[in-house]
């Protein structure tokens, strides 16, 4: 069964850092680009990173680049993102979502809620 | 950088009416488009990849049409497992999504 689970998600206070983890299974991890996307209470789906395969290519959203870093381990077939310097706008279920070809996402993990707040 | 503007933003609907969805692009996107799902307190779900093609696993009343700048997404008879919010996606941009709700 493809599936990926996230982890790492929590209450943080405006400044603080986080770790977000995504663990995958079920499917070639490594001939994947994955992804972060992020949806706030309430609001749309928003795009965050993006990572290639061998991590050669790195992507990031204007409202994150700077305070954000995605990496993967292809041997532990596991996806992270390191936030620094959050923001109470930063509050949001981060997912993290796999591509085969384009940028399609898919599959998806459940997601993992990040809320920042004194 | 491209923006995706979905209508309506909200469709009232009973089960067994056809729902059609509209995703207009500023600028062409080709066939580049996908349709995903999503439903309360779950991931988002792909329906349809290049603008036209099923995911896997996905029943045949979704179906998507269009290119260039205008798609939609149709799905046939809805069934109560489909009220739920649509979004479409080009790349790293998504559409502010279209909730399908029941009348």
């Known amino acids: 069964e493809v599936q990926l689970v996230e982890s790492g998600g929590g209450l943080v206070k405006p400044g603080g850092s986080l770790r977000l983890s995504c663990a995958a299974s079920g499917f070639t991890f490594s001939s994947y680009s994955m992804n972060w996307v992020r949806q706030a209470p309430g609001k749309g789906l928003e795009w965050v990173s993006s990572i290639s395969s061998s991590s050669s290519y790195i992507y990031y959203a204007d409202s994150v680049k700077g305070r954000f870093t995605i990496s993967r381990d292809n041997a532990k077939n596991s996806l992270y993102l390191q936030m620094n310097s959050l923001r109470a706008e930063d509050t949001a279920v981060y997912y993290c979502?796999?591509?085969?070809?384009?940028?399609?996402?898919?599959?998806w993990g459940q997601g993992t809620l990040v809320t920042v707040s004194s | 950088e491209i923006v995706l503007t979905q209508s309506p933003a909200t469709l009232s609907l009973s089960p067994g009416e056809r729902a059609t969805l509209s995703c207009r692009a500023s600028q062409s996107v080709s066939s580049y488009l996908a349709w995903y799902q999503q439903k309360p307190g779950q991931a988002p779900r792909l329906l349809i990849y290049d603008a036209s093609n099923r995911a896997t696993g996905i029943p045949a009343r979704f179906s998507g049409s269009g290119s260039g700048t205008d798609f939609t997404l149709t799905i046939s008879s809805l069934e109560p497992e489909d009220f739920a919010v649509y979004y479409c996606q080009q790349r790293k941009t998504f559409g502010q999504g279209t909730k399908v709700e029941i009348k």
């Open positions: 979502a796999g591509t085969a070809t384009g940028l399609i996402f898919d599959p």
